[in-house]
């Protein structure tokens, strides 16, 4: 089992920064796609950013283009999210996840195996 440990999240005002950290147990952390996820209440969890098992292939919902940066340190089984520009709409629990069947980005939701516990993010008006 890969447990999954998130660091980060808050309340910050409209315009304001964010970055979010999730740690990996195992070995194999370098071969897993990660991804980043996030639900607000009364909503389904949905995709934010995902990132290839080397950092070189990433996506980006459109909601988040241009503003989330998702990266990763494999010496320290690491995945980040740096979030700029956040919006109200941004406000959610954020959840990293880890898909160890693919190199590749992963963009369907059932497909990644391990999620870690999730963290509120909060984008006050």
């Known amino acids: 089992q890969v447990q999954l440990v998130q660091t980060g999240g808050g309340t910050v005002q409209s315009g304001d920064s964010l970055n979010l950290s999730c740690v990996a147990s195992g070995r194999a952390f370098s071969t897993y796609a990660m991804g980043w996820f996030r639900q607000a209440p009364g909503k389904e969890r949905v995709l934010v950013a995902s990132?290839?098992?080397?950092?070189?292939?990433?996506h980006y919902s459109d909601s988040v283009k241009g503003r989330f940066t998702i990266s990763r340190d494999n010496t320290k089984n690491t995945v980040y999210l740096q979030m700029s520009d956040l919006k109200p709409e941004d406000t959610a629990v954020y959840y990293c996840?880890?898909?160890?069947?693919?190199?590749?980005?992963?963009?369907?939701?059932?497909?990644?195996?391990?999620w870690g516990q999730g963290t509120q993010v909060t984008v006050a008006d």
């Open positions: 990132i290839n098992y080397s950092g070189n292939n990433t």
């Open positions: 996840a880890a898909d160890r069947t693919s190199r590749d980005v992963q963009l369907v939701r059932v497909r990644y195996d391990y």
